[in-house]
Antibody, heavy 120, light 108 residues
Framework: QVQLQESGPGLVKPSETLSLTCTVSGVSMSTSYWTWIRQPPGRGLEWIGFLSYTGSTNYNPSLESRVTISVDTSKAQSSLKLRSVTAADTAVYYC??????????????WGQGTLVTVSS | EIVLTQSPGTLSLSPGERATLSCRASQSISSNYLAWYQQKPGQAPRLLIYGASSRATGIPDRFSGSGSGTDFSLTISRLEPEDFAVYFCQQYGISPKTFGQGTKVGVK
């Protein structure tokens, strides 16, 4: 059974760095694209970026200057760091696996999400 | 960036009725590169459809996807009580990957 579980502080101060970890079980991290997506309260979904099994990264240009995604396959974890946060970064943050097969891709497994509030 | 516009914003229907949700892209995308997700309150999105028309594992056949180019749709043939939720379309043809703003299917 594939499971993804986000963890990290629920409250971050403005201008500081948001750091989250996603622990993966039931599937190898040596394949697929390990992705972070966020959803501000009551709003839609925003793709943050991914790190692929080849080690390449792709970030949303709107966040690229502030975000880093990394993977530690020995710990089966993906990590997200978002620097210089503001209240606009308050959201539920999801980790997800993007899997591609026969030329078609999708986010087939998701964590349950973790709410991060940016406030002093 | 490809903007996905979903309509209607809210759909009020009764169990047993048919639901048709629309997703329009600001530019043409390959039909292989569109997915649909269902989200219930307090839960993560759940993959329903990928490649515009392929059902994900375990998704009932009352869910179907179609479309190409800039116009895509999700149809729920007969609404079950558990289908009342918010539905998002998502494209991955051109980075950044983007989502529609969602259609809420509510009980009439």
């Amino acid at each position: 059974q594939v499971q993804l579980q986000e963890s990290g502080p629920g409250l971050v101060k403005p201008s500081e760095t948001l750091s989250l970890t996603c622990t993966v079980s039931g599937v190898s991290m040596s394949t697929s694209y390990w992705t972070w997506i966020r959803q501000p309260p009551g709003r839609g979904l925003e793709w943050i970026g991914f790190l692929s099994y080849t080690g390449s990264t792709n970030y949303n240009p709107s966040l690229e200057s502030r975000v880093t995604i990394s993977v530690d396959t020995s710990k089966a974890q993906s990590s997200l760091k978002l620097r210089s946060v503001t209240a606009a970064d308050t959201a539920v943050y999801y980790c997800a696996r993007e899997h591609c097969s026969n030329g078609s891709c999708s986010f087939d497994y998701w964590g349950q999400g973790t709410l991060v509030t940016v406030s002093s | 960036e490809i903007v996905l516009t979903q309509s209607p914003g809210t759909l009020s229907l009764s169990p047993g009725e048919r639901a048709t949700l629309s997703c329009r892209a600001s530019q043409s995308i390959s039909s292989n590169y569109l997915a649909w997700y269902q989200q219930k309150p307090g839960q993560a999105p759940r993959l329903l459809i990928y490649g515009a028309s392929s059902r994900a594992t375990g998704i009932p056949d009352r869910f179907s996807g179609s479309g190409s180019g800039t116009d895509f749709s999700l149809t729920i043939s007969r609404l079950e009580p558990e289908d009342f939720a918010v539905y998002f379309c998502q494209q991955y043809g051109i980075s950044p990957k983007t989502f529609g703003q969602g259609t809420k299917v509510g009980v009439k």
